[in-house]
């Protein structure tokens, strides 16, 4: 069993940057596609960024050119840098790992854009 733990979520002004961290518990890791979804109170959950196995990254239209996605196999462990961050980016963000399906998640981090 892969576990997932976020980290670097937090309080941060708009226009401002945060870097998310998730950590896997198992090198196998490397075998799955990764990705950063969100949920915002009322909305449903969605996926913001995913990178493969192969570094191939994808983005939500609403985060493109703001968001990176990253992740470091040797250290199983994936990134999301957040630069310019809007009040519409508040939202629970988890981890998650994609093979037949997102079978792996973590419990979230709360991400928080004030004005």
């Known amino acids: 069993q892969v576990q997932l733990v976020e980290s670097g979520g937090g309080l941060v002004q708009a226009g401002g940057s945060l870097r998310l961290s998730c950590a896997a518990s198992?090198?196998?890791?490397?075998?799955?596609?990764m990705g950063w979804h969100r949920q915002a109170p009322g909305k449903q959950r969605e996926l913001v960024a995913s990178?493969?196995?192969?570094?191939?990254?994808k983005y939500a239209d609403s985060v493109k050119g703001r968001f990176t996605i990253s992740r470091d196999n040797a250290k199983n462990t994936v990134y999301l840098q957040m630069n310019s961050l809007k009040l519409e980016d508040t939202a629970v963000y988890y981890c998650?790992?994609?093979?037949?399906?997102?079978?792996?998640w973590g419990q979230g981090t709360q991400v928080t854009v004030s004005s």
């Open positions: 198992r090198s196998i890791f490397s075998l799955y596609t």
């Open positions: 990178i493969s196995t192969i570094h191939t990254t």
């Open positions: 998650a790992g994609f093979r037949t399906g997102w079978s792996l």
